[in-house]
């Protein structure tokens, strides 16, 4: 075996390595991420030592800590991904975490051209407005409102 064969072994055993290694680090990142369906809740561990929490963008999750519990609960308002960290009582990060707000397994999305509608099929297929949704939003979203503003305290006499 001439000395370039073998130095071309051992690179390539490297690169090999590296290749591993890389392709071991991707999906433990996706792991990492906190997964939410839109609209519902989720409880999650607190990060030993955390004082303050910190989402990057509230439009596609809120946070809530229960101090005494040693839980938070991760709300889903938007879908997309935005990260949480976590800092200790001196400012200092304890954890950074993704969150990633995704719709449940059992909408089904109808597209009719630019216009959007979805219907929720569990067990039956019926309307369901969700964020995106086009006029099907915005007339759900105006008897929302009508039914609240009744409930309220104005309304219920």
């Not at 200092?92 to 051209?113: C, D, F, K």
């Not at 039914?147 to 309220?152: D, E, F, S, V």
């Amino acid at each position: 075996m001439t000395r370039r064969t073998s130095e071309r072994k051992r690179i390539g055993a490297l690169l090999g390595a590296i290749a591993c290694l890389a392709a071991a680090a991707g999906p433990a990142a996706a792991v990492d991420a906190i997964l939410v369906n839109l609209d519902q809740a989720k409880v999650a561990r607190l990060p030993a030592n955390a004082t303050t929490l910190i989402i990057g963008n509230p439009g596609i999750a809120d946070v809530t800590m229960l101090k005494n519990s040693g839980t938070m609960v991760i709300t889903g308002k938007g879908y997309g991904e935005t990260n949480l960290i976590a800092l200790d009582k001196n400012g200092e990060l304890v954890a950074e975490s993704a969150i990633r707000v995704r719709g449940n397994g059992s909408t089904l999305l109808v597209q009719r051209g630019a216009e959007r509608e979805s219907y929720s099929c569990s067990p039956q297929c019926v309307p369901a407005a969700q964020l995106g949704d086009g006029k099907l939003f915005e007339s759900v979203n105006a008897q929302i409102q009508v039914r609240n503003n009744l409930a309220g305290p104005t309304g219920a006499r």
